[in-house]
């Protein structure tokens, strides 16, 4: 069993959509998570890190975290085609040796018009 | 302020030959981590280099090496090229011990 699920898709929504893109994860011992879009032949781009349970939000994007359920969840609200991307999810913990982050396969996201 | 910069972008080997990599960091970042992006897969964690020493490694063969140089900039060496290197190969850099990593565009590698 991989450390971390992410469903591949791809997943395809209509301009306007609310998008949810979620993970899971079996090592308890995750701290921290964070969110990466991956345009096609580019190198991950971040836009959210979070560390706690609950919500944070930056523009249209929120990020979500159950550590209870070891499940995270980005949603994109008012989807652009600008957004088509795949959006990878990552986590580490907290060491003072480094900073290892492991990562979902990525869900491919189309946006249409 | 420049971000994480790789160089080459692009690289064609043949099998069992060694390739270099470079990255130079964010500025204001002294940590390189470095990571292997199959085509469909999530990165996989190579290595990181802090204080020009290899701080945490992960389950890759010593075929792959690394370095950094007192200007926090690194390479990644691996030798004894196999097909199945082909690969995105990905710079992370971040500063000390926060955790936020940003990426550079990566060097996409082809062993033929």
């Known amino acids: 069993q991989k450390e971390v699920e992410q469903d591949p898709g791809p997943l395809s929504v209509p301009e306007g959509a609310i998008v949810s893109l979620n993970c899971t994860y079996s090592?308890?011992?995750?701290?921290?998570f964070m969110w990466y879009r991956q345009y096609s032949r580019k190198g991950p781009e971040l836009l959210m890190y979070?560390?706690?349970?609950g919500n944070k939000e930056d523009g249209r994007f929120t990020a979500q975290v159950d550590k209870s359920s070891k499940y995270i969840s980005l949603f994109i609200r008012d989807s652009q085609p600008s957004d088509s991307a795949t959006y990878l999810c990552?986590?580490?913990?907290?060491?003072?040796?480094?900073?290892?982050?492991?990562f979902g396969t990525g869900t491919q996201l189309k946006v249409e018009l | 302020d420049a971000g994480v910069t790789q160089s080459p972008t692009h690289l064609i080997k043949t099998r069992g030959q060694q390739v270099t990599l470079r990255c130079s960091p964010k500025?204001?970042?002294?940590?390189v981590s470095w990571y292997q992006q199959a085509l469909g897969q999530g990165p996989q964690f190579i290595f990181q280099?802090?204080?020009?020493?290899?701080?945490q490694r992960g389950n890759f063969p010593d075929r792959f090496s690394g370095h950094q140089f007192p200007n926090y900039s690194s390479e990644l060496n691996v030798n004894a090229l196999l097909l199945g290197d082909s690969a995105l190969y990905l710079c992370?850099?971040?500063?000390?011990?926060?955790?936020?990593?940003?990426f550079g565009q990566g060097t996409r590698l082809t062993v033929v």
């Open positions: 992370a850099s971040s500063s000390g011990r926060n955790t936020e990593a940003f």
């Open positions: 090592n308890s011992a995750f701290q921290y």
């Open positions: 979070t560390y706690s349970s």
């Open positions: 990552a986590m580490g913990v907290f060491t003072g040796g480094g900073n290892k982050l492991t």
């Open positions: 500025s204001g970042h002294d940590t």
């Open positions: 280099y802090y204080e020009e020493e290899e701080r």
